[in-house]
């Protein structure tokens, strides 16, 4: 059963930072898949955050302007959000997601956040910023 368990979020204030984890079980070939996170603030629709390819290659959202760093370790299934210099507009539910499709067969993220669609989602983590 596939499965995305998202870890880490919490309670910081304006300028901390915070790493999130996303644990991905249940399916034989994660590391090919295109995987990234998406958050959704209250009263706002979900957006795409970050993605990372399977040769790693990664694109982000306009409006980080280089604040969060995605990652992944394929030998430990995880997927990884490092987030720093965080404001009060970051407060939202984060949730990791990937591709699924045909194991072991690769598949590469768009070239934007926003155009991908993922197969699965976690439950989400919630990361509250205060000023």
């Known amino acids: 059963q596939v499965q995305l368990v998202e870890s880490g979020g919490g309670s910081v204030q304006s300028g901390g930072s915070l790493r999130l984890s996303c644990a991905a079980s249940?399916?034989?070939?994660?590391?090919?898949?295109?995987m990234g996170w998406f958050r959704q603030a209250p009263g706002k629709e979900r957006e795409g955050v970050a993605t990372i390819g399977p040769w790693l290659n990664t694109r982000y959202a306009d409006f980080l302007k280089g604040r969060f760093t995605i990652s992944r370790d394929n030998g430990k299934n995880t997927l990884y959000l490092l987030m720093n210099s965080l404001e009060p507009e970051d407060t939202a539910i984060y949730y990791c997601?990937?591709?699924?499709?045909?194991?072991?067969?690769?598949?590469?993220?768009?070239?934007?956040?926003?155009?991908?669609?993922?197969?699965?989602w976690g439950q989400g983590t919630q990361v509250t910023v205060s000023s």
């Open positions: 249940g399916y034989p070939s994660y590391s090919t898949k295109c």
């Open positions: 997601a990937t591709s699924l499709g045909i194991p072991y067969h690769f598949t590469s993220c768009p070239s934007h956040p926003a155009e991908f669609e993922p197969d699965y």
